[in-house]
């Protein structure tokens, strides 16, 4: 595949060569005729097959065309999104694995659905159960489905609060870190470590690196507490998962400054909701539209969208303020409004005229 890309490199630029010999008239009567080669051509083919050099090809050669000429090409940038997408997929190949648990057996359901001698089955704890019974380990969400499905009512109050409940009440001293990852346009996988202040909504985008270690953890953690300068003294918790890169040297830095690290159980994202749902608009509004060079590319687009999610975005949870700008105490019927376009169009920022 690479010769044939080379290849075609050659014809074009032996084509180039040709064609300054040639008069402005030659040329402008070549293209008339291959524009109508090309009209009788999709009359006929409704949808060209392409290999990925020629793809690579026709992308380059779009960039020295004129935002008319740009549209009558059959590649269109959701193509190339697509495009490289799937060599990721190819790159980035792993064994498959049945998703979630495996299928509780007849038996576990049976003990976890029946009651003990003189038990009554309605409002029991999942824990006090039958599998607790069978010396078989209690999982909370895992029994609690299966009791669902039986139509058994939980009990009426657990002792601990759950998730939600504890973070509504912490939000003020929580922070959320987690990692995320981005391919490049070359297959570079590079990781990325954030962290966002529940109570405000503000995040932190810590670095960038092709390959995260413990001390390189570590030292972002630093540099954020450096960061937050006095304002650390006012967060109690930090929630993560159980990632290796999270060493002892990592917990030691929150531990210095007073912070408790609180880790997700096993294989449960919505205990840390607040970092996953960023990450996943991230994807949808920023990564899943732009194709990364390399890590100081993204360094700088995570910069920008900082920038943005940070001063411009409003947040419903905030009353639709920014984590960083407060909305205007009254709103006016004759404002004027201005947007800004952040990474070529990609984002938009709008404002009032002062």
């Known amino acids: 595949m690479a010769l044939r890309l080379l290849y075609l490199i050659f014809l074009r630029l032996a084509g180039w060569l040709v064609l ?60 190339l999104l697509r495009w490289h997408a799937d060599l990721v997929r190819r790159r980035w190949t792993f064994k498959r694995r049945s998703q979630g648990r495996p299928r509780t057996r007849g038996t576990i359901r049976a003990l976890d659905t029946s009651s003990g001698p003189g038990e009554s089955a309605v409002g029991l704890p999942a824990d006090r159960r039958g599998t607790r019974r069978s010396g078989l380990p209690g999982r909370g969400l895992h029994g609690w489905l299966i009791l669902k499905k039986a139509g058994i009512d939980p009990a009426p109050r657990r002792a601990r609060p759950t998730w939600s409940e504890f973070l509504r009440a912490q939000a003020t001293g929580i922070l959320a870190c987690d990692f995320f990852h981005c391919d490049t346009v070359l297959f570079k996988r590079l990781c990325c470590l954030v962290v966002m202040e529940i109570s405000t909504r503000r995040v932190h985008v810590l670095g960038v690196t092709e390959h995260p270690t413990g001390p390189w953890v570590a030292q972002q953690a630093r540099n954020l507490m450096i960061e937050l300068g006095d304002r650390a003294e006012g967060f109690t918790f930090l929630i993560r998962d159980r990632d290796t890169k999270f060493t002892t040297m990592f917990d030691e830095v929150f531990a210095a400054a007073g912070i408790r690290i609180l880790k997700t159980p096993p294989r449960a994202p919505r205990a840390n909701a607040f970092a996953e749902r960023w990450i996943c608009g991230l994807r949808r509004e920023l990564l899943d539209r732009i194709l990364i060079v390399n890590a100081r590319h993204l360094r700088r687009v995570l910069a920008i969208y900082e920038i943005h999610f940070n001063e411009h975005r409003p947040h419903r949870s905030l009353g639709q303020a920014a984590p960083l700008r407060a909305l205007p105490d009254a709103v006016k019927d004759d404002i004027e409004v201005i947007r800004r376009d952040r990474l070529g169009g990609l984002i938009h920022e709008y404002a009032q005229v002062a």
């Open 20 to 79: 300054l010999g040639r008069s402005q008239r030659s040329k402008e009567a070549e293209i008339l005729a291959l524009r109508h080669q090309l009209a009788v051509l999709r009359r006929q083919v409704a949808r060209p097959q392409l290999a990925w050099a020629d793809r690579a090809v026709i992308s380059a050669l779009a960039r020295l065309l004129s935002l008319e000429g740009r549209r009558r090409l059959f590649v269109t940038p959701g193509t």
